[in-house]
T-cell receptor
Framework: AQRVTQPEKLLSVFKGAPVELKCNYS??????LFWYVQYSRQRLQLLLRHISRESIKGFTADLNKGETSFHLKKPFAQEEDSAMYYC??????????FGQGTRLTINP | DTGVSQNPRHKITKRGQNVTFRCDPISEHNRLYWYRQTLGQGPEFLTY????????KSRLLSDRFSAERPKGSFSTLEIQRTEQGDSAMYLCASSLAGTSSYNEQFFGPGTRLTVL
């Protein structure tokens, strides 16, 4: 099965410190990858997709085909970044395959 | 609120009972998806519709599960003879099919099912 793996269930960093949430995928072709975020008491929402190569809320993610990774990074964490983060891959034409998620906590 | 809505938000039922959930997508969206999320896991795809046609079903969708989208607008997900293993958050999402290869899926708040 083609999988998305997020090795860290929990990640805790201090405000102002760099953040990296890891994501690895198993797929031999050119995957279409995304990061979704769920803030407390809010619904799941798209944060960014690799094909757009944009920075959202200071986050970036680079697709590394050699390492089959799509890690999410932010140079300086803010308290409002505390949330659940899911890496996901598009499978077939429409369905999303999600990783297990990483709960990010930013300590003041 | 013009986003995806789901009802009920919470459902507690006894094992063996039938339950039905409703999803109302964003009004102009022609695609509708159902996902299931259990504790500590990411959402898992169940099925999706384009207009009223159910185009794909996951193997997770046993014969006790049925989904419909009769008029290409709202959708219902029914679980018959519920089991404790059906306890999960059921998420609905919608998107607008267009010319791009990816159409962002917008998620609803989910229906949390607890089977006692």
């Amino acid at each position: 099965a083609q999988r998305v793996t997020q090795p860290e269930k929990l990640l805790s960093v201090f405000k102002g410190a760099p953040v990296e949430l890891k994501c690895n995928y198993s797929y031999s072709g050119s995957p279409e990858l995304f990061w979704y975020v769920q803030y407390s008491r809010q619904r799941l929402q798209l944060l960014l997709r690799h094909i757009s190569r944009e920075s959202i809320k200071g986050f970036t993610a680079d697709l590394n085909k050699g390492e089959t990774s799509f890690h999410l990074k932010k140079p300086f964490a803010q308290e409002e970044d505390s949330a659940m983060y899911y890496c996901a891959r598009m499978e077939g034409a429409q369905k999303l395959v999600f990783g297990q998620g990483t709960r990010l906590t930013i300590n003041p | 609120d013009t986003g995806v809505s789901q009802n009920p938000r919470h459902k507690i039922t006894k094992r063996g009972q039938n339950v039905t959930f409703r999803c109302d997508p964003i009004s102009e969206h022609n695609r509708l998806y159902w996902y299931r999320q259990t504790l500590g896991q990411g959402p898992e795809f169940l099925t999706y519709f384009q207009n009223e046609a159910q185009l794909e079903k996951s193997r997770l969708l046993s014969d006790r599960f049925s989904a419909e989208r009769p008029k290409g607008s709202f959708s219902t997900l029914e679980i018959q003879r519920t089991e404790q293993g059906d306890s999960a958050m059921y998420l609905c999402a919608s998107s607008l099919a267009g010319t791009s290869s990816y159409n962002e899926q917008f998620f609803g708040p989910g229906t949390r099912l607890t089977v006692l």
